[in-house]
């Protein structure tokens, strides 16, 4: 007889498992054409099974992963698609899953917390303007008086100091500025900098060098006044 006629129904408990010789062949077969598929309602049985057995593999590999894939309908083109889909794949539309309603309720929410925070935090009265205008102007003063308004917010150098001095380094590619002190405004308008680098000289190694300069308290012009080599 045949092999074939004899197999069990399949079943989602059952595990087909080779036995020998030509059992994958066998097992093939089992899956295509197994017992019941001929005739009447055992037909949807078995595709029933096969298609039971499938799905409870599907949901394992899922599980396993971690992930379990949540579909929802593209706000456009309205085919389900993943709900973390950034763009929809059928119609191409970005934020597929976001709503215009949402995308306006949410652009009115942000308004309505910047006007309550410029009320709570902005609304100053005309007093408390006064003394925050005068706070700031005092401390621009005291800036300009230490000579913080020619020296750059980023490392802190005299930009154009800095600039001349690594043009004329021996190896401009190699300078590296350490340092700039500078003095308060004294009786003439000037301030006193002190600025510390380090640069490639003829031997190839790198030393370090000072050049001291003279600058304008209103124009932060500068005039070098010493260089020095350690």
Known sequence: MNPISRAPPLSPYRTHAPT?????RHQEADLVQGPGLHDGGGAFRGLADLLFIIA???KAETVEKGKTMALKPCREC????STTART?????KKNPHTSTAKSTLGVVILIIAGWIAYEVYFDESDQEKKARLATETAEEAEDKRKGFHCLSAWDGSHRDL?????KSARD???????ETKITPVNSDG????FMKYRARNGFGGMSVGQVNTKVSNATCSYTITGVFQD
């Open 78 to 81: 309205k085919k389900e698609i």
């Open 88 to 92: 929809c794949p059928h119609c191409g």
């Open 20 to 24: 020998g010789r030509g059992s994958h």
């Open 172 to 178: 401009p590619d190699s300078f590296e500025h350490i």
């Open 56 to 58: 409870l593999i599907g």
């Open 162 to 166: 800095k600039d001349h001095v690594k």
């Open 190 to 193: 000037e301030h006193t900098i």
